[in-house]
């Protein structure tokens, strides 16, 4: 993993193809793995962020490397 910030703020996160598959099945755990009282407050998003990154994300650790679309 490689994280570097720009002058402007923005972070870019490089991940292999394991470690997004390590961050999706974490993401997936959040959302079905376990329940959480009060989603928001303890992980700080809604359920529907997390679900929506997730969506965005799962493609690309499913698709073999060079073929991420």
Known sequence: M???KGADGALEL???T???GWFGQTL???L???SVKDFNAAIGVSE???DK???QIRPMYHAPVGHEG
Request: aromatic share 4%; charged share 25%.
């Open 53 to 55: 990154l997730l969506a």
């Open 18 to 20: 394991d470690e997004l």
């Open 14 to 16: 490089k991940l292999t």
């Open 48 to 50: 529907d962020v997390v």
């Open 2 to 4: 490689n994280v570097t």
């Open 28 to 30: 997936n755990e959040c």
């Open 32 to 34: 079905g793995g376990f």
